[in-house]
């Protein structure tokens, strides 16, 4: 059985692995002053954010239309495709996953949608674990992605909350931490819920805060540092991680300037991990 793998630009996947894996990855969409962007397309990370402090208006996002879903559908299916995955962005955050059911039902039986439940490299994993298992089947690939996702954590420390206030996207437990002076929340995405778990006055107090949430998690399968236009911030946290848990990572970790269509919402200046457990 040849399978498909299908998902979205938010899955925040390298290049690299999407051409080795054939995987069909669907940009969404950024508007920034005005333009509409494909994401990934036109505009390069380290310049959206370079531009994003001094925005006066928001940039905002959309999610792709059913109709590009439909397309890489079914040209995977005319290339000789027997059944595809489609895993996307969390449902509670995004109607990526909502478009894309629509989008499945002129299809039959031959696709299945699928709730990353996370998104960046929670959802990049799971993606990149399905697309390992393909050629054993589609139970092996269902697995590979419930495993993933059982063992998957993600965490993030936010340098500014106007972004995400502006976006209106703002669980009530992180705005109430935000509203405090000078407070840098740090939250962890588990359920498609993001959810506040400290909150910090200096970026020092972050980072150190993230490593010992990291440490916490014992061996570790796969590993991405994640980042907002803050790579010194990243490899810096990146040393410290090898300095103190070593034995415990991933040989190759990934570092990843998190995409646009995430960032609007995050702010510059951020910095988070994925991680899969052992």
């Known amino acids: ?44 990370r ?25 397309t890489r559908y079914d040209s995977l299916l005319r290339r000789g495709c027997d059944h595809i995955i489609s895993i996307h962005a969390a449902g509670k955050l995004t109607s990526i996953l909502n478009i894309a059911r629509q989008a ?20 990049g994993f799971q993606v990149l674990a399905a697309a390992e298992a393909a050629e054993l089947g589609l139970q092996a690939v269902l697995d590979a992605i419930e495993s993933t996702r059982k063992r998957l954590h993600v965490f ?5 909350m106007t972004n995400l206030r502006r976006s209106g996207r703002v669980p009530a437990a992180v705005a109430i ?7 840098k929340p740090m939250i962890e995405l588990t359920n498609g819920e993001v959810k506040p778990v400290a909150a910090v006055r200096t970026t020092k107090q972050t980072n150190e805060r993230m490593l010992n949430f990291l440490l916490q998690l014992g061996p570790l ?7 907002t236009g803050a790579e010194a911030r990243a490899r810096e946290f990146l040393n410290a991680v090898m300095q103190k848990a070593s034995q415990s990572v ?3 970790i990934l570092m990843v300037n998190v995409t646009p269509v995430i960032g609007t919402h995050v702010g510059p200046n951020g910095l988070g991990f994925a991680a899969v457990g052992k």
């Open 46 to 70: 380290d310049d959206f954010y370079k531009r994003l402090p001094s925005q006066e208006a928001q940039p905002t996002t959309a999610a792709p239309s059913m109709g590009e879903f439909s």
């Open 1 to 44: 059985m040849k399978i498909g793998i299908v998902s979205d630009s938010t899955c925040d996947l390298p290049h690299y692995f999407i051409e080795q894996h054939e995987l069909e990855v669907i940009p969404s969409i950024l508007v920034l002053d005005g333009k509409e962007y494909a994401d990934g397309i036109g505009l390069s």
């Open 104 to 123: 499945v039902k002129d299809f039959g039986d031959k696709i299945t949608v699928i709730d990353s439940t996370s998104l960046s490299l929670g959802l």
């Open 177 to 183: 931490l935000g509203g405090m002076l000078n407070i």
């Open 221 to 227: 399968e796969r590993l991405a540092v994640l980042h």
């Open 156 to 160: 993030a420390a936010l340098d500014t």
């Open 250 to 252: 991933p040989r190759d």
